[in-house]
């Protein structure tokens, strides 16, 4: 099946979606393009021209069944299959990121985590095994995985990278604020808690000036 061309901000509100969706499935039945904008505080045209990409129109007077709207959000994100993933650096990000269990509502699944302090070699956390990093790449080939987690500090994230991609990571989850280097045909999406953070202070600042 051909993939279907979204745009990257509504490839980003679709997950948004899913989970407000998730959680009334058992309150309702059908909800409306106008109830989920109200809900999200934001325009139902653009509500609309998003489901748009993964379901037809809503039924007059009734809009979309929840459930339908659920699997076919699901199905357009690839959450039906396990994306199976590896997480590197198992410091306070990293232990948090292992200890949460909605990503299994995305398809995703981390199997593995990996960390330089020996102390952590052959525990678990919330299930998932800690190795030592040198057994990265056996280990990333054994599970199949296609995904990993960088949850570095930022001075090993280009090492950690360059490993991924050498135990055949196509997609990269960067918690480490670096640009890092990677080869054509490897995703690299950078989550910079950073920027995020001069965002709110900015908007602080603008507010407290008013």
């Known amino acids: 099946m051909q993939a279907r061309e979204i745009s990257l901000p509504t490839l980003r509100r679709l997950p948004v979606y899913l989970h407000y969706l998730t ?4 309150e309702r039945k059908n909800i409306s393009a106008t109830a989920i904008a109200a809900y999200f505080g934001i325009n139902d045209v653009q509500v609309r021209k998003d489901l748009g990409v993964v379901s037809g129109t809503g ?7 929840v459930e339908e709207l659920i699997a076919q959000i699901r199905d357009c ?15 306070n990000i990293g232990k948090a990121l292992l200890s949460y269990s909605g ?5 995703l699944k981390i ?37 990993g987690i960088i949850a570095v500090p930022v001075a090993y994230a280009q090492t950690i990278c360059d490993k991924l991609v050498f135990s055949g990571i196509k997609a990269i989850w960067n ?4 640009i890092l280097k990677k080869p054509e045909g ?18 602080l600042g603008e507010s407290a000036n008013e």
């Open 23 to 26: 959680s009334i499935r058992e």
């Open 59 to 65: 039924r007059p007077r009734t809009g979309y069944v």
């Open 77 to 91: 994100l690839c959450c039906k299959s396990d994306t199976k993933a590896v997480l590197v650096g198992v410091g």
């Open 103 to 107: 990503f299994a509502d995305y398809g």
């Open 111 to 147: 199997v593995a985590a990996f960390d330089t302090d020996s102390r952590l070699m052959g525990s678990y956390i919330n299930g998932k095994p800690i190795y030592s990093v040198s057994e990265l790449e056996r280990v990333c080939k054994e599970e199949n995985a296609s995904l």
């Open 175 to 178: 918690f480490a604020p670096a």
């Open 186 to 203: 490897v995703l690299i999406e950078n989550e910079n808690l950073a920027s995020s953070l001069a965002i709110l202070s900015r908007h």
